[in-house]
Structure formats: C-alpha cells, structure tokens
C-alpha cells in the first residue's frame, strides 16, 4: 500500500504576486534610505563649509583686533573651494569683498561667504533643502541670476595670459595681456565693481550708473537702464560690464557693446537662460543653457578666443 505525503495549506511557499509586493517595497524602503543618507551628506558637508568660514571669521577679526597681517589658514574642505583675491586674504574676492565657499555642485550644496568689512557669514542656494539660504528676496526660488561665476583662464605666466592664436588672423593674432583682465567679477545686490577704465554701479533700487571711457549708450541700451530692477552686476577686461535682472535678462554694457545690436536684443529676452559669462582685455561673452553663445565688444581675435574659451 502506498503512502500518500499531504502537504499543509500553512506549509505553501510564496505566490509570485506576493514576491512581487515585496520586492517593491523593498526598493522602495531602499530608496527612502538612499535618499535619506544623501541629504544626510549633503547637510554634512554644507556643516563643514559653514563651520569653515566661522573659523576663517574668528581667525581674520582676531588678526584685526591684533593689527596682525589680514590672513587666515588655508585648510581643504570637502566639495568645495575657497575663492579669494589672494590666497588666504581676509578681503576675499576684488569682485566683493568676501571669502568665498564655493560648491562643487551648486544644485547639492549651497555656497557660502564671509564678508570681513561686515563681519558677517551669508549664504546662496537655489533649492528646496537649504531653506536658510532663501531669507533674502535676492536668493528666491525664482532666481536665474548667475551664482559666482569663475573665470575659464588661459595658463597665467609671470602676471601674463595668453589667448589662442587665430592663425586666420595672422601668426601673432593671440593677446596677451594681465591675467586679471579675464577675471570675471560680480556682484549680487547694490555695490560697485571697477575695471582699468571705469565701473559700474547697481543702486538699492536697482538702477546701474556707468562711469568712465566706455559709457556711451545707444538707445537700447539706455531704455533698458531707465527701466531699472536689476539685482546683479559684472565687470571685466579693460571696460566690458553687463547688468542682470532676477527673470534672466540681461543688458551689456561697455567697451563697443552699443555696436553689437544682435547680442544686445537677444539678451533682453534670452531663447535659453544665461548661465556662463566670461571676459576677456577686449569684450566679453555670455553661452546659453541651450549652448548658444553671444559677445559684445572688439571683434576679430578677440571675440573667436572669447567664443573658443567660454565653450571649453
């Protein structure tokens, strides 16, 4: 006589929809972690960069109580850099005055600066983690300002830069010239920045003066001043300057610019957000997120270095 083995309903095993359930909520348990973890180290390494520029604060005032040098200690920080004028001066950047910490991933991380004139630690970020940095109307969600651009430099030898040479334009058509003249320098709110031949200034309410050798407007250029309501302000090679307002418009300004209608019109309602601006002796340049690219200022060499720089 043959045994017959029953197998229990309580001894079944698993169905496939029942797997299925629990994978999902597995991956979706892990994501929550994943998620998690990454703000964690994002707001870790945001600590770090604050807590940096707290001690450069207390090392640059302490120094100035003292009438010591206006210096403060250099140290790495994870995912970000340090920008000053120098290379640990207490004044921080020409452009502002400020010690600057500045993210890697400026979508991740905010940036952070220590104004020393001011004695105060502020911070930038466009996003929804780091509400601290959106108090001021200047750092809305909104915002297409550009975030402390830097300068795409050529190697810098001896205090001198040295573009590409353009052989359509002859074997000695590369510049060369001071390495601060592709410094790029701005300005978020009311303040003034200064170039070998003039400056530009943005008022608390908005309205830009220009002063100096390049100060000639053609009409555009002067109905969009009179308008006002910028927030932000450039300035770079021998006189080239530039005026931002929060929606992403943007009027240029200086050395040959009121010559340069296209770029001028183009850039008062861009196709695609402005998200680079870079200087050189003789003009500057603006590259779009769509990766247009528009100069303003001295043609010729000049202007095709620019365009070769700014799309490195």
Not at 30 to 41: M, S
Not at 101 to 126: G, H, K, R, W
């Amino acid at each position: 006589m043959k045994k017959r083995f029953l197998i229990s309903p309580l001894n079944k095993g698993f169905s496939l929809i029942e797997l299925i359930v629990v994978l999902i909520i597995t991956a979706i348990l892990a994501q929550l972690g994943f998620t998690a973890f990454n703000r964690y180290v994002r707001r870790t390494r945001a600590f770090a960069a604050k807590t940096a520029l707290q001690n450069i604060q207390r090392e640059c005032e302490s120094n100035r109580d003292l009438e010591a040098p206006e210096t403060f200690t250099l140290l790495p920080i994870k995912g970000y850099s340090i920008a000053t004028r120098d290379t640990n001066s207490c004044l921080g950047q020409s452009s502002d005055g400020k010690v600057a910490a500045i993210a890697d991933n400026q979508n991740e991380t905010p940036n952070y600066y220590y104004d020393y004139l001011n004695e105060n630690i502020s911070c930038f970020f466009v996003g929804n983690v780091f509400h601290e940095c959106n108090k001021n109307e200047q750092n809305s969600r909104n915002t297409k300002l550009i975030s402390s651009p830097k300068a795409i430099k050529n190697e810098c030898i001896n205090g001198q830069e040295t573009g590409i040479k353009l052989y359509s334009y002859g074997p000695d058509s590369a510049w060369s010239h001071d390495c601060k003249f592709t410094d790029v320098n701005s300005k978020i709110g009311p303040g003034t920045l200064a170039t070998d031949s003039g400056s530009i200034t943005l008022s608390d309410s908005g309205e830009i003066q220009l002063k100096g050798s390049y100060s000639n407007l053609n009409s555009r250029q002067k109905r969009e001043l009179n308008k006002g309501g910028f927030s932000q302000i450039f300035a770079g090679g021998y006189g080239s300057y530039a005026a931002m307002r929060e929606d992403g418009s943007m009027v240029v300004l200086g050395m040959n610019s009121q010559n340069d209608f296209k770029t001028i019109d183009t850039l008062l309602s861009p196709p695609s957000e402005i998200k680079d601006i870079q200087f050189s002796y003789g003009g500057g340049a603006v590259k779009l997120q769509d990766g247009q690219i528009f100069t303003w200022g001295n043609e010729g060499a000049y202007e095709d270095e620019l365009k070769y720089r700014i799309n490195k």
